[in-house]
């Protein structure tokens, strides 16, 4: 299958965004991203909810699916941008696959970005965050929440905070 024109790629500034072109993002039906991420190199359908699967392409981008009324709708959306084959978590290196011949378009948010540069980024796309510092047992340290209902975590990664992963939620309860 060809690679996408760029107005197709996966763009993490239009998952940010929510932006209606982007997919896959929450609450969109199952066809309508199929096109553009083929099939998935992983999934798992033993959720315990009436419906629930994940799935996997080249462990870079995550998609969650559920029943909404009468169809199967993305249900959240992650952007893996670390690795832990030392043991710990690393920013993962250079271009990220989610298909055949297609790549990640970062916009700037590439893995291991210190949360000054996104809070930098975020403020040059005119949308707005809060900041939260994380104190738990999870490799989190700092979260960024958008209003719309998209999260930015970072990990300690090379002695700082650093992006690891981008989580973009359905709009619709329970998720």
């Known amino acids: 299958m060809p690679a996408k024109s760029g107005s197709e790629a996966f763009s993490i500034l239009k998952l940010l965004q929510k932006t209606p072109s982007q997919t896959p993002r929450p609450?969109?039906?199952?066809?309508?991203?199929?096109r553009l991420l083929g099939t998935p190199s992983w999934w798992d359908f033993s959720g315990s909810a009436t419906f629930d699967s994940l799935l996997d392409y080249y462990g870079n981008i995550q998609v969650e699916l559920w029943v909404q009324g009468e169809q199967v709708e993305v249900c959240r959306v992650c952007v893996r941008m670390w690795t832990a084959i030392s043991g710990r978590p690393?920013?993962?290196?250079?271009?990220?696959?989610?298909?055949?011949?297609?790549?990640?378009k970062f916009n700037g948010f590439e893995p291991g970005?210190?949360?000054e540069e996104s809070k930098m980024l975020l403020q040059a796309a005119s949308i707005s965050?809060?900041?939260?510092?994380?104190?738990?047992?999870?490799?989190?340290v700092v979260l960024l929440i958008l209003p719309n209902k998209i999260e930015m975590l970072f990990f300690m990664m090379d002695g700082r905070p650093s992006l690891a992963e981008i989580q973009a939620y359905s709009e619709h309860d329970g998720a």
Request: charged share 30%.
């Open 129 to 140: 965050f809060e900041e939260i510092a994380v104190a738990d047992a999870s490799e989190t």
């Open 27 to 34: 609450d969109v039906p199952l066809f309508s991203f199929g």
């Open 113 to 115: 970005l210190s949360v």
């Open 90 to 104: 690393e920013p993962k290196k250079g271009k990220m696959k989610y298909a055949a011949r297609r790549y990640i």
